[in-house]
């Protein structure tokens, strides 16, 4: 019997909110029509705290975290959004996250396949500044061989 690890009742939904907020919206928060969030706004709707709804002031949308992300119109908490964009790098199998998470399979597994179309498709167009990159390290881990000294 594989033990179970509650990896999200040992992370905080606050900090999980706030880590999201810096990753989502490093300009801060806008509504669709790219009005600011201002610092003194109250939130129109709070049931689902911390992410909390807001009413734009110029327009009248309603937003929050995960408009106009990949995350939009999902049920998830904080904490696994988190954990799911930490096992989107760590690579671990869809079934194994799910399961460790307690999310349905397909619907990660959907958000799985969309992340990197995401962030091909918000790839910087512009060349690197250097002169020089270095390479040394790519595929350390990739398990492409080995060296012997």
Request: hydrophobic share 30%; proline share 6%.
């Amino acid at each position: 019997m594989a033990m179970r690890f509650p990896l999200t009742d040992l992370l905080d939904e606050q900090e999980s909110y706030n880590f999201l907020l810096k990753t989502l919206h490093p300009d801060g928060m806008k509504c669709k029509q790219g009005h600011a969030l201002p610092p003194d706004q109250k939130p129109h709707d709070r049931r689902r705290d911390p992410i909390f709804d807001y009413r734009c002031r110029i327009c009248g949308n309603v937003f929050n975290l995960f408009t106009d992300t990949v995350w939009q119109g999902s049920q998830y908490d904080c904490r696994k959004i988190v954990l799911i964009v930490r096992g989107g790098l760590k690579r671990p199998s869809t079934l194994h996250l799910a399961d460790e998470l307690e999310v349905d399979y397909g619907t990660l597994l959907e958000r799985r396949h969309r992340l990197p179309k995401l962030a091909l498709a918000h790839k910087p167009d512009t060349a690197l500044t250097d002169e020089e990159t270095e390479a040394d390290e790519m595929f350390q881990n990739a398990g492409k061989g080995h060296q012997t000294c």
